[in-house]
């Protein structure tokens, strides 16, 4: 069975841009969640969605949304990119929200902002 | 709210040296515990979880115990190897929702041969 799956691996944007970040989870998983890793430190949570509704939000500002499709695929935007946003952005699928269910992630998303 | 720490790294040990990873969190309610490795350039793997006190989590050679009475779930191997070079992350999430995990800030763990 395919793992979680990204798009694209890498990036490089220029500040005020916008950027759309795509994740594939694995089939049958109903939970997505996206995460900020900057270098040197863990993963920062920024929002899980559930049955294609947002179910929690981290400590980020409104520049990062996202949303969850019929298929249960996700896609993350953020606006007015800003040098600070640099990071490796992961996602990561779970059966459902309940305790004990463990995530999968993906490999990532680089993305560099210049 | 809910916050994890891990023992500053780098570590670096020799091969088949004892690894011990220690991690402490706090938390508002009933967690589930969980170690995650990460290679250079890839995304993070379960390595391995609890979800009650006094559970032993445990996979390839690695174990950690959920100790409720001393908020601890310390990862240990008995005998490392070259390949186990990595990034350690221990997590928390909440029963409530497995989907919003809280990470500490990882440990770079360099096993030389």
């Known amino acids: 069975d395919a793992g979680v799956t990204q798009s694209p691996t890498h990036l490089i944007k220029t500040r005020g841009q916008h950027v759309t970040l795509r994740c594939s989870p694995i089939?049958?998983?109903?939970?997505v969640s996206w995460y900020q890793q900057v270098l040197g430190q863990g993963p920062q949570f920024i929002f899980q969605?559930?049955?294609?509704?947002?179910?929690g939000r981290g400590n980020f500002p409104d520049r990062f949304s996202a949303r969850q499709f019929p298929n249960y695929s996700s896609e993350l935007n953020v606006n007015a990119l800003l040098l600070g946003d640099s990071a490796l952005y992961l996602c990561?699928?779970?059966?459902?929200?309940?305790?004990?269910?463990?995530?999968?992630f993906g490999p990532g998303t680089r993305l560099t902002v210049t | 709210g809910n916050s994890v720490t891990q023992m500053e790294g780098p570590v670096t040990l020799s091969e088949e040296a004892f690894l011990t990873i220690n991690c402490t969190y706090t938390a508002t309610g009933y967690p589930s515990l969980f170690w995650y490795v990460q290679y250079p350039g890839e995304g993070l793997q379960l390595l391995l979880k609890?979800?009650?006190?006094?559970d032993k989590g445990s996979n390839k050679g690695f174990e950690a115990t959920y100790r409720k009475e001393t908020t601890s779930f310390h990862l240990e191997k008995g005998s490392v190897q070259v390949s186990d070079s990595a990034v350690y992350f221990c997590a928390l999430s909440l029963n409530t929702n497995a989907g919003k995990s809280t990470f500490g800030d990882g440990t770079t763990l360099t096993v030389k041969p």
């Open positions: 089939s049958g998983h109903k939970s």
């Open positions: 969605y559930y049955e294609k509704e947002e179910r």
């Open positions: 990561a699928s779970s059966l459902n929200r309940g305790g004990g269910y463990e995530q999968y």
């Open positions: 609890a979800t009650k006190a006094d």
